[in-house]
Nanobody
Framework: QVQLVESGGGLVQAGGSLSLSCAVS????????MGWFRQGPGKEREFAAS????????DYADSVKGRFTISRDNAKNTVYLQMSTLKPEDTAVYYC?????????????????WGQGTQVTVSS
């Protein structure tokens, strides 16, 4: 059974930083791209960042580019999202997801497994 467990969420002031982790069990992530998505209050879930299986390629939503960094440690079966210069509009539940293939994708349909999410709240 594949499980994804996010951690690291919390409350932070605008301009601050936060680091999220996503630990995967039940499948080695080394052959799969990983992604982070988020869902703000009253909004649909949206793509935030993705990283290819080997970590060679990354992709970011324009809204987070230059502020967020996705990385992975395949030996630890874990993917990370380092968030800096946070803004109130970054407030959301953040979900990590395991893709069906090695390449980066921005669409939810490319991901087969999802975590439960972790809340990030940025105060102004």
């Amino acid at each position: 059974q594949v499980q994804l467990v996010e951690s690291g969420g919390g409350l932070v002031q605008a301009g601050g930083s936060l680091s999220l982790s996503c630990a995967v069990s039940g499948r080695a992530i080394s052959d799969y791209a990983m992604g982070w998505f988020r869902q703000g209050p009253g909004k649909e879930r949206e793509f935030a960042a993705s990283i290819s299986a080997a970590g060679t390629y990354t992709d970011y939503a324009d809204s987070v580019k230059g502020r967020f960094t996705i990385s992975r440690d395949n030996a630890k079966n874990t993917v990370y999202l380092q968030m800096s210069t946070l803004k109130p509009e970054d407030t959301a539940v953040y979900y990590c997801a395991l893709a069906y293939s090695r390449a980066v994708f921005t669409t939810e349909g490319a991901y087969g497994y999802w975590g439960q999410g972790t809340q990030v709240t940025v105060s102004s």
